[in-house]
């Protein structure tokens, strides 16, 4: 193997001197439905996990929770009611989404439902408690990769499809990671006191977009919409 094989891949500069991570990304695999390895179903393609090892660390006590979840999960999933899906989630969603910089924020825009997050740099979480759907951001650079902190998280997001959760004691830290000019590694690390036992890890590829102008289109979700309308008939 080649000296120049070796060397981990350092992305384009901004202006400012940080890596540019700034396009239009996507994840390719199954997650979104359930981020352990699962087989086909009605509506359900067969994946691979994105969980290391496989294996989520409930707590004993957390289990039926996560059953009652997997049970009622075409209604009770958050996204099935139009909600915003919330950090780790929102990254492996079936949508493209866009990452601008600046040299005191990154900002991610998402094709799903106009979210958005805005990563604030080296600068300290808010005092807590509160509890928002995509957290609280706060980014810094270790080297060539973008590591965000996430806090301040509501109780009410999942993991995916199939129900798994969390509670609002949850924390996420993310890792942005350019490994050639058109992929990305993500990573994050998830801890929850109240729901796992450890902290446990996520991870996967993510691919730039490439047909010719691509964009962010828009995506509006009517299943809270429709309800309404059919309650009033």
């Known amino acids: 193997i080649s ?52 294996e989520i660390p409930y707590l004993p006590g957390a289990v039926a929770k996560r059953q009652e979840n997997f049970k009622n999960r075409r209604t009770a999933d958050p996204e099935a009611k139009c909600q915003m899906v919330g950090v780790p989630r929102i990254t492996y969603m079936p949508y493209p989404f866009q990452i601008a910089q600046s040299p005191g924020q990154v900002t991610m825009l998402y094709e799903y439902v106009h979210t958005f997050r805005t990563i604030l ?50 924390h996420v830290v993310e890792r942005y990671t350019l490994t050639g000019p058109d992929h990305m590694r993500y990573e994050a690390t998830i801890e929850d006191p109240n729901v796992f036992s450890r902290p446990w890890k996520i991870s996967m590829p993510l691919y730039r977009r490439q047909e010719r102008s691509t964009r962010l289109l828009e995506y509006e979700c009517y299943a809270m919409l429709e309800a309404e309308r059919d309650a009033r008939r």
């Open 3 to 54: 000296v120049a094989a070796q060397q981990p891949y350092r992305a384009p500069r901004t202006p400012d001197g940080r890596p540019d991570l700034q396009g239009i990304w996507q994840a390719m695999n199954t997650a979104v439905w359930n981020i352990q390895d699962h087989t086909a179903e009605l509506g359900v393609p067969a994946g691979q996990g994105i969980v290391d090892g496989n």
């Open 121 to 170: 740099m080296d600068k300290p979480h808010v005092p807590g408690p509160i509890t928002w759907w995509m957290g609280d951001s706060r980014g810094k650079w270790e080297g060539e990769t973008l590591v965000v902190d996430v806090v301040h998280f509501t109780d009410q997001t999942w993991f995916d499809r199939s129900g798994n959760y969390h509670s609002d004691a949850l």
